[in-house]
């Protein structure tokens, strides 16, 4: 079985000069206590102008996503890993994220990560790499940045060293650079979808903060949603198609081209404020 995705008109607006693979854990516990580690990929596209930070699979996805795409796309949804622009409009940073059942688009001023530069050095993936650190809203990281490869990138919304980010590291994050592909990708803009919900950055990551970090959402990730009662999901207002599917004795549900969690893991946010 496979699940066909719609997608709006995207302008390309660059082309990555090459594409950076980076593995990426996330140190977290379950419902009922039990530390676990999830784990999932995120490509940075590095152009001339711009970069485009994504998970994985809005990379590689192609109309029809088979059991392999949909099986990441599981372990994605647990771990709000956003897409995200640098220099997209210059100067700026654009953010389009899912928070069931919606998404979001959002635009801020790029923020000046003050980095500390330490004569720290390591070999990090075959790189002669230099240490730098970071206070960046509200959480501590510490990464590893080659002059190797001459680029400010790296992961996420990490970025603005003498060098690509090749590893970086809070405590309950880590990005490690797994590939780096050379490549002349076409880097688009979000798509043209009139239902995505446009707002402020700082009242985005406010309300992500409060639904994720709520005690009730790893037992109950849809405890704040109207349209589902009684562990059912009724069609309607918000919520428009449902498709369920079975694979190795697993369910999965869509929800209008999404994943649905019925199970989640406690949040660990990637900026705190």
Not at 16 to 27: G, N, T
Not at 32 to 54: A, C, I, N
Not at 133 to 144: H, K
Request: charged content about 20%; overall charge negative; proline content about 5%.
């Amino acid at each position: 079985m496979v699940l066909v995705v719609t997608v709006s008109a995207q302008e390309v607006v660059d082309t990555a000069q090459f594409v950076a693979v980076y593995d990426y854990e996330c140190r977290t516990q379950n419902d009922e206590g039990t530390p676990v580690t999830d784990k999932m990929q995120v490509v940075v596209q590095v152009g001339r102008l711009l970069t485009k930070s994504m998970p994985f699979s809005a990379y590689s996805r192609t109309e029809e996503l088979e059991e392999t795409d949909i099986v990441a796309s599981y372990q994605e949804a647990l771990m709000h890993m956003p897409t995200v622009w640098i220099e997209l409009p210059s100067g700026y940073t654009t953010v389009r994220e899912f928070i069931f059942p919606r998404e979001y688009d959002s635009t801020e001023e790029t923020p000046e990560i003050k980095w500390v530069l330490s004569e720290d050095t390591m070999t990090v993936c075959g790189y002669f790499c230099q240490k730098a650190t970071a206070m960046f809203r509200g959480v501590e990281w510490n990464v590893y940045y080659t002059e190797d490869i001459p680029s400010s990138a790296g992961p996420w919304r990490l970025s603005g060293l003498p060098g690509l980010i090749v590893e970086a590291k809070s405590d309950a994050h880590t990005f490690h650079l797994a590939e780096l592909r050379q490549e002349s990708s076409p880097i688009t803009t979000p798509d043209q979808n009139p239902d995505v919900q446009r707002v402020k950055y700082e009242k985005l990551m406010k309300y992500r903060n409060e639904i994720y970090g709520n005690s009730k959402y790893a037992g109950n990730p849809l405890y704040y949603i109207a349209e589902f009662q009684n562990g059912t999901i009724s069609l309607g207002g918000t919520i428009n198609h449902m498709e369920v599917m079975n694979f190795g004795g697993k369910q999965y549900i869509y929800v209008d081209g999404h994943p649905l969690l019925t199970k989640a893991h406690v949040y660990q946010p990637l900026e705190g404020k």
